[in-house]
């Protein structure tokens, strides 16, 4: 437990193989539980998207397809039951909040532990995409853990919001852990894992940064229209 108290998260984003055979070689089974955990924070709170997640997902999948030391690696289809889990109850639990909380504060320009320009963002994506963007949304790192707080402002039909969480966490899951599981222990991204982590982070977020700077491009442009 030691490990879990003494938690950098710079430190987790850059080693995160090694954190992940330590939490193993540690706790056992029970790190399934701590996996649970991670994934269901970063989508299922508001105040958690800097958690890693797709990161998280591939070195996972890394590790469940070699041993590690004598405690064993992770079994494929416990991670994948375990993963695929926690996502969708972490929406649902955001959407829940996001209903019974959200309309109080959305348009509050200033809410402690939430970052207005995430939500607004989100909303934007919402707003464009309808419930689709529950399940696109599972592919975008800190989109994903504000689009069901903003489906459930929006009070979207809860069957309907499930039914694209499913479908969006079964895509996510898959790609995320099975590309670690075949592909993470060739010995070309074995040897320069960190990277490859990096890689992965940096290429998920492109998508967001972009959707920022064409939403901040439109209301430049609306703005500028105003005055003219």
Known sequence: MDL??????????VNLKHFLIQLIQALGPWAYA???AFVFMETGLVI??????????????ALAAGSVSN?????????MTVLIFAPILGDSCN???????GPKIFHKTDVRFLNREYLDRAHQFY???????????????????????????GKMTYLRFLAFSVIGTLAWISLCVLAGYYF??????GEHFELVIVAIAVISLIPAVVTAIRNRRAIAAKAKEKHE
């Open 127 to 153: 707003e464009k995409h309808g419930g689709k963007a529950v399940a696109f949304g599972r592919f975008l790192p800190i989109i994903r853990t504000f689009v069901p707080f903003v489906a459930g402002i």
């Open 95 to 101: 959407y829940w909040i996001g209903r019974a909380v």
């Open 71 to 79: 405690s064993g690696a992770f079994d494929l289809q416990t991670l």
């Open 48 to 61: 958690f998207p800097f958690l890693p997640g797709d990161t998280l997902l591939f070195t996972a999948g």
């Open 34 to 36: 701590v996996l649970f």
């Open 4 to 13: 879990l108290a003494h938690i950098d998260i710079l430190d987790l984003f």
């Open 184 to 189: 993470g222990n060739l010995k070309f991204i």
